[in-house]
């Protein structure tokens, strides 16, 4: 097992994981400061586990984090589901998730998904409303789900459409990123609802805030929150990484 793991860290590795942790922190960090409610800080993270492998993956993930919370004081604590989600990714690597071709049915529910998500979070942007200090509010989901069902029939029509013509190698990639979301989800949980009480400074605080207005206790918010953000958030990292390694020479990926 040592040995495979010596293997991950070669030279052109230990250069690369510097730089991914540089894109995790300027994408992670501008998205916080857009307080936009996602996170886009994995994709670094991602592109090192698909290429180099889980333990590198995860070593990144977990660096990342921590040296961000030199700054960031809600990042550094959550160092544990980044190098999780680098684990992941590696494990999604090592099975040929960027790179098998992918069932059409697969590439089907991943569009149809990944275009409903997207959806939500338009329409949760669209009718937020801003209070006489400031502060900006979402409307409760289910209040969503209901004003505007033929919307969200018409996105997953939509995503479906893209999936099938668009993604017939892309379906692995979105299938993972959204298993990866899920775990992220959970695990990250109990540290936000209990350490910060559903506050991290990010623009997902709105998400949490939204679902507690609905009557939610403050670990059944957080864990809503990442029901609805982190699949969409690690599916989109998941598939960008793909788009990346599509356009990458073979001799690069293969040194």
Same mark, same amino acid.
């Given at each position: 097992?040592?040995?495979?793991?010596?293997?991950?860290?070669?030279?052109?590795?230990?250069?690369?994981?510097?730089?991914?942790?540089?894109?995790?922190?300027?994408?992670?960090?501008?998205?916080?400061?857009?307080?936009?409610?996602?996170?886009?800080?994995?994709?670094?993270?991602?592109?090192?586990?698909?290429?180099?492998?889980?333990?590198?993956?995860?070593?990144?993930?977990?660096?990342?984090?921590?040296?961000?919370? %030199?700054?960031?004081?809600?990042?550094?604590?959550?160092?544990?589901?980044?190098?999780?989600?680098?684990?992941?990714?590696?494990?999604?690597?090592?099975?040929?998730?960027?790179?098998?071709?992918?069932?059409?049915?697969? #590439?089907?529910?991943?569009?149809?998904?990944?275009?409903?998500? %997207?959806?939500?979070?338009?329409?949760?942007?669209?009718?937020?409303?801003?209070?006489?200090?400031?502060?900006?509010?979402?409307?409760?989901?289910?209040?969503?789900?209901?004003?505007?069902?033929?919307?969200?029939?018409?996105?997953?029509?939509?995503?479906?459409?893209?999936?099938?013509?668009?993604?017939?190698?892309?379906?692995?990639?979105?299938?993972?990123?959204?298993?990866?979301?899920?775990?992220?989800?959970?695990?990250?949980?109990?540290?936000?609802?209990?350490?910060?009480?559903?506050?991290?400074?990010?623009?997902?605080?709105?998400?949490?805030?939204?679902?507690?207005?609905?009557?939610?206790?403050?670990?059944? #918010?957080?864990?809503?929150?990442?029901?609805?953000?982190?699949?969409?958030?690690?599916?989109?990292?998941?598939?960008?990484?793909?788009?990346?390694?599509?356009?990458?020479?073979?001799?690069?990926?293969?040194?």
């Amino acid at each position: 097992m040592l040995e495979n793991i010596k293997k991950e860290f070669t030279t052109r590795t230990l250069v690369f994981i510097p730089i991914a942790i540089a894109i995790n922190i300027a994408i992670g960090e501008l998205v916080v400061r857009l307080k936009l409610p996602v996170y886009l800080d994995s994709i670094g993270t991602v592109l090192v586990g698909a290429i180099a492998g889980p333990w590198a993956g995860a070593l990144t993930g977990g660096l990342a984090n921590l040296i961000w919370g %030199l700054f960031n004081p809600y990042a550094a604590p959550f160092f544990y589901v980044a190098a999780v989600i680098g684990l992941l990714a590696g494990i999604a690597g090592k099975r040929g998730a960027f790179e098998n071709e992918t069932p059409r049915w697969l #590439s089907v529910v991943v569009g149809a998904v990944f275009v409903f998500s %997207l959806t939500l979070f338009i329409l949760a942007f669209i009718n937020a409303t801003t209070d006489e200090t400031g502060f900006t509010s979402y409307p409760a989901m289910a209040d969503l789900f209901s004003s505007y069902s033929i919307v969200f029939i018409v996105a997953i029509l939509i995503g479906a459409a893209i999936g099938y013509y668009l993604l017939p190698k892309g379906g692995y990639a979105g299938m993972w990123g959204l298993i990866t979301g899920i775990v992220a989800a959970i695990i990250s949980a109990p540290m936000a609802a209990y350490v910060f009480g559903g506050v991290t400074g990010a623009g997902t605080d709105l998400l949490v805030a939204a679902f507690r207005a609905s009557g939610g206790n403050i670990l059944s #918010s957080v864990l809503a929150q990442g029901a609805v953000s982190d699949p969409f958030d690690k599916m989109l990292s998941f598939m960008v990484v793909w788009l990346i390694l599509r356009s990458l020479p073979a001799r690069f990926k293969a040194r």
